[in-house]
């Protein structure tokens, strides 16, 4: 039997967690902000019909958003992301093999279903899902991972395809590939359209039609990829366990300008400490941070500045106190007043298996003691939320008057106990 891989994504997802929550928002236009209120980054139709753009600044769009009364959240990700764990849940009871691609894609292998039931299936997946979670899907099918996310896009776009589409069909396949822009394939850039463009392609059955050598030539061996893909051969395997990571970032911009040492070290050791808790979870270690800060291009009449430098640890760590000790150090090496920084973040790469890291032969961390002490740190973290207990030089509640600012953020409706919804008699 051919192969099958379907792609599922929730429309418009940030908007479409707030709206299981809140019946109001229903046929109400909605949009998501990003970190700090900063620009649109979710955006229901009725949003979008408004003119609203993806990554429109949100000072740019306050006015309108107020005549028009559309809804405006900041990011919930905590809600977010406690969503999408529940849509994959239900994808595993259609499908053993499920990738998860995004907080809100999913590929599923549906090579073991008969091809005359992946539709009448997708409709199931897709009534479930929104049966359970309350998150409105559309479901894309095809025989490589390139045409089920095609096939996705119809999908949305189409709506006398009621959220499903089947692209296994090589006519069928045909019919709407000669119909559709080159510029929806998944992984085409806007450097890339232009260079097909000039190779006369309009339509993704043009890109199909090519010669993939002089392809080759052009988009490397992606470009050629892309068009093996589209022609049904499958080049891209379905990844079901996660990659290693092979680096970590924890970079935020400040709710307000940061213009004091004491502050900055504060903001950078609270990035630290996240950074720690993310290497733990994987169990992996870094022997070196990149500490950096910048101030914003968009303060204009101020002076500008950009600063960065890497910290050496004694060896691969994931102990927060470390961590933050290296990350300080790196903030009052390369600290100069009379800026308005804007933002800060600890970076690393060249992450390793924290157990079969290399020890350091002189000054080495005690690893014992240190991770008997995050063991316990992580066990208060994940019986009364994250941030319930922090090292005092990452500051906490309002001491942090520079941390990312959710001044519209909706309630954790399934993470947090106090903002579970209650149903009260009338």
């Given amino acids: ?24 928002l229903r046929s109400v236009p909605v949009i998501v902000l990003s970190n700090n209120d900063g620009c649109a980054i979710a955006r229901t139709a009725e949003a979008k019909a408004l003119g609203i753009r993806m990554g ?66 997708a409709r199931d997946l897709r009534a479930t899902v929104h049966r359970w979670t309350g998150i409105p899907t559309c479901v894309g099918i095809g025989p490589t991972k390139t045409l089920a996310k095609l096939a996705n896009h119809l999908a949305k776009t189409n709506p006398a395809l009621a959220g ?54 052009a988009l490397t061996v992606v470009g050629e990829r892309i068009i093996h893909e589209l022609r049904g051969r ?31 070290e504060q903001a950078v050791a609270a990035h630290a400490t996240r950074l720690g808790e993310k290497l733990r979870r994987e169990r992996l270690g870094t022997d070196h941070v990149t500490v950096f800060f910048h101030t914003s291009e968009h303060d204009t009449g101020n002076p500008q500045r950009s600063a960065s430098t890497v910290v050496t640890l004694p060896e691969a760590t994931s102990d927060t106190l470390a961590l933050i000790k290296a990350a300080t150090a790196g903030v009052r090496r390369i600290w100069k ?73 909706s309630p954790r409706y399934t993470t947090r106990i106090a903002d579970i919804p209650v149903v009260g008699s009338a």
């Fill in 164 to 217: 499903v589409c089947d692209l296994s069909d090589d006519n069928e396949r045909s019919h709407w590939l000669c119909r559709t822009a080159l510029e929806e394939v998944w992984g085409i850039g806007r450097a890339s359209q232009a260079k097909l463009r000039a190779l006369g392609c309009d339509s993704v059955a043009d890109v199909r039609d090519l010669d993939p050598r002089p392809v080759r030539r």
């Fill in 1 to 24: 039997m051919s192969q099958a891989i379907a792609l599922i994504d929730g429309n418009s997802f940030y908007c479409s967690c707030e709206r299981v929550f809140d019946v109001k």
């Fill in 337 to 409: 007043t009379g800026y308005r920084y804007s933002k800060a973040g600890v970076i690393t790469v060249d992450l390793v298996p924290l157990a079969a890291s290399q020890r350091a032969l002189f000054d080495g961390l005690d690893r014992e003691r240190g991770g008997a002490l995050m063991d316990a740190l992580d066990a208060c973290n994940r019986r009364w939320g994250r941030g319930a207990v922090v090292p005092g030089t990452a500051g906490f509640g309002s001491q942090r008057t520079w941390s990312t600012r959710f001044d519209m953020r």
């Fill in 56 to 121: 429109e600044p949100w000072f740019k769009i306050r006015e309108l958003c107020r005549t028009e009364r559309v809804r405006v959240f900041s990011s919930n990700y905590a809600l977010y992301g406690d969503m999408s764990a529940r849509a994959n849940e239900v994808y595993r009871r259609f499908s053993p093999r499920v990738e998860i691609y995004s907080i809100d894609e999913s590929f599923l292998d549906l090579t073991d279903v008969a091809p005359g039931r992946r539709l009448e299936l």
């Fill in 234 to 264: 499958a080049c891209l395997s379905l990844e079901t366990v996660a990659a290693t990571r092979k680096g970590c970032a924890v970079t935020r911009s400040f709710s307000s300008r940061v213009e004091d040492l004491a502050t900055m």
